[in-house]
């Protein structure tokens, strides 16, 4: 039997998240502090791609396609957002399962390693935010420049300046 | 700073993932809504113009206009005020920052028409039955709280949407920097 359109758009869905979807959880971290909020966030990303999936010419490649379409509808987020869902000042989420390893000290140390750089991230303004979560998702220049609509000597600019403001945040942080 | 340090973040940023939260979830929500949102206004109108057939009932046929009348006004001035805001002009975020700028302009500008349109019939209507006050009815009076009460929360999502905007307007400085 001839597989539908539907049921074709729907595994390309599906390998999509397969293949991104950590990235796309980690984005939304990036954006939201407040856990609920925050899964809200992720199902409004995957929507939007599932929505604009079906008009994908290939006109750049699948990942730029993700990466804008997931960075754009988080900006539309927190434009939404209320202030009083997301103090600066607000606590720690509380800490997440942890995974199995050798010494509980170090676990505890490795969560809240990632937390005050989630923290940190989250606290940079969104030009630098978006530069930096795109590199540490490890997309060259060239890349950010494509997802962002912006020139790659500008991407280099804005990641030169988003790494001191990372720094500086990390270590207010400490 | 070394690229070394760089590549510690991405570590750190990189471990451990929440999974993406069930998408169907979030689809059938918002089917949902849109579903419950048409329902209500085709059963309203249905309802009240087979009632004003009917029982020949003047006031149904009010009700029937005037439900189909605030659809048609609203619908018709929300699509006007949104020209030009369907798509981004370019892919950037930008853009799209832009876009949603004006979307949120446009969607203040509903709800200030919404309002005022119904304020307008909200006076027409009281005024009405207050002319009318010997074959004051209960129904009504629940139509005019009713009127009310909407007024009160169009006003509230006004308020919000402006909220909104000025959010809209600061991240459109931050990007353009």
Redesign the interface.
């Known amino acids: 039997m001839r597989e539908s359109g539907r049921d074709k758009l729907e595994d390309r869905f599906n390998s999509i998240m397969g293949e991104y979807g950590p990235a796309l959880s980690r984005l939304a971290w990036g954006y939201e502090k407040v856990t609920n909020v925050r899964e809200e966030l992720a199902q409004d990303i995957a929507l939007a791609i599932w929505q604009a999936l079906p008009h994908f010419r290939g006109e750049c490649s699948e990942r730029t396609f993700i990466y804008r379409i997931a960075h754009n509808r988080a900006l539309t987020h927190i434009c939404k957002r209320q202030p009083h869902h997301q103090p600066l000042d607000e606590l720690a989420q509380p800490l997440e399962p942890i995974d199995p390893r050798p010494h509980p000290d170090e676990q505890v140390e490795a969560t809240y390693r990632r937390d005050r750089l989630r923290s940190a991230i989250q606290g940079l303004p969104v030009a630098y935010r978006q530069v930096v979560m795109l590199t540490l998702e490890e997309l060259s220049h060239a890349e950010i420049a494509e997802v962002l609509g912006i020139t790659e000597s500008n991407v280099a600019v804005r990641m030169n300046r988003a790494k001191k403001a990372l720094k500086e945040a990390m270590e207010e942080r400490l | 700073?070394t690229d070394l340090?760089?590549e510690n973040?991405?570590r750190?940023?990189?471990?451990?993932?929440?999974?993406?939260?069930?998408?169907k979830?979030?689809?059938h929500r918002?089917n949902l809504r849109m579903a419950a949102a048409v329902l209500t206004i085709s059963l309203c109108l249905t309802l009240s113009t087979v009632a004003a057939v009917r029982r020949h009932s003047s006031f149904m046929g009010g009700m029937a206009v005037g439900i189909g009348v605030t659809s048609l006004l609203v619908g018709g001035y929300a699509w006007w005020v949104r020209r030009g805001a369907w798509k981004p002009t370019?892919?950037?975020?930008?853009?799209?920052?832009e876009l949603?700028y004006k979307r949120?302009i446009a969607r203040v500008r509903t709800l200030r028409f919404a309002f005022y349109f119904l304020l307008t019939a909200t006076v027409l209507f009281t005024g009405y039955v207050a002319w009318n006050w010997k074959h004051f009815e209960g129904r009504s009076g629940a139509i005019v709280t009713f009127m009310v009460i909407e007024l009160f929360v169009f006003r509230y999502l006004g308020r919000?949407k402006k909220?909104?905007i000025e959010?809209?307007k600061k991240?459109i400085e931050?990007?353009r920097?």
Request: hydrophobic share 40%.
């Open positions: 700073m340090e760089l973040w991405r750190e940023w990189r471990v451990k993932t929440e999974p993406v939260p069930d998408l979830r979030k689809i918002q370019a892919q950037t975020t930008l853009a799209y920052a949603s949120a919000r909220q909104e959010e809209m991240l931050e990007v920097e």
